[in-house]
């Protein structure tokens, strides 16, 4: 085979490639950079280092594949248990508030209309639903007595009922006879009514 001469140039290109070549692979980083820089443009090539490190770090993904994913699972569960916990505090909340409006008196109609006003709006308090509802749904005005002879009784008979609030009223509705008489009447009248 002859050999092919080749001028100055081109040696010294070639000694200082060597040259810096000799320094990556003395270098551990840029050593790894070479080597997997050969396997690119070469892959058949058999360079230890890669192909021995290979399953390894397939091996080591597939663990950071699973960690990452044991993460994400514990952060979602934790997240789901806040949240479940911030639901469970905001419906005990909300049940305490219904019960307390049940407490001070308010009708079953009264509540689910507070409770239905407040899901509407999007309000997170009964209180202020409660204020907004009546507020909105203001009680009816009560109409003034027009006359002044009330038929308080319904009695069809005028002067027995006027005999008897005369004597309630003389004696300050203190005197039980009078009582005792007026419902004796009445249970008579009663059970005469009956009768027929």
Same mark, same amino acid.
């Given at each position: 085979? /002859? &050999?092919?001469?080749?001028?100055?140039?081109?040696?010294? %290109?070639?000694?200082?490639? #060597?040259?810096?070549?000799? $320094?990556? &692979?003395?270098?551990? %980083? *840029?050593?790894? &950079? #070479?080597? %997997?820089?050969?396997?690119?443009?070469?892959?058949?090539?058999?360079?230890?280092?890669?192909?021995? /490190?290979?399953?390894? $770090? /397939? @091996? %080591?993904?597939?663990?950071?594949? &699973?960690?990452?994913?044991?993460?994400?699972?514990?952060?979602?569960?934790?997240?789901?248990?806040?949240?479940?916990?911030?639901?469970?505090?905001?419906?005990?909340?909300?049940?305490? $508030?219904?019960?307390?409006?049940?407490?001070?008196?308010?009708?079953?109609?009264?509540?689910?209309?507070? +409770? $239905?006003?407040?899901?509407?709006?999007?309000?997170?308090?009964?209180? *202020?639903?409660? *204020?907004?509802?009546?507020?909105?749904?203001?009680?009816?005005?009560? @109409? /003034?007595?027009?006359?002044?002879?009330?038929?308080?009784?319904?009695?069809?008979?005028?002067?027995?009922?006027?005999?008897?609030?005369?004597?309630?009223?003389?004696?300050?509705?203190?005197?039980?006879?009078? #009582?005792?008489? +007026?419902?004796?009447?009445?249970?008579?009248?009663?059970?005469?009514?009956?009768?027929?």
């Amino acid at each position: 085979m /002859a &050999m092919r001469e080749i001028d100055e140039t081109e040696y010294v %290109q070639m000694r200082n490639l #060597v040259g810096t070549l000799g $320094k990556m &692979m003395a270098h551990p %980083q *840029a050593r790894g &950079m #070479v080597l %997997q820089a050969q396997k690119t443009v070469n892959p058949d090539a058999v360079i230890p280092e890669i192909d021995a /490190a290979a399953p390894l $770090k /397939a @091996a %080591q993904d597939d663990i950071r594949k &699973m960690i990452e994913e044991d993460r994400a699972e514990r952060k979602r569960e934790r997240e789901e248990r806040e949240e479940g916990k911030r639901v469970s505090e905001f419906t005990n909340r909300w049940e305490a $508030k219904k019960k307390a409006l049940r407490e001070d008196g308010y009708s079953t109609e009264y509540v689910e209309g507070v +409770e $239905k006003l407040a899901q509407e709006r999007g309000l997170a308090d009964l209180d *202020a639903a409660a *204020a907004l509802f009546d507020r909105l749904n203001p009680p009816p005005t009560v @109409a /003034a007595p027009g006359g002044g002879n009330w038929d308080i009784f319904g009695n069809a008979d005028k002067g027995a009922e006027d005999e008897f609030m005369k004597k309630l009223w003389d004696t300050r509705g203190e005197s039980d006879g009078v #009582v005792l008489a +007026e419902a004796g009447r009445a249970i008579s009248e009663i059970r005469g009514a009956n009768r027929r």
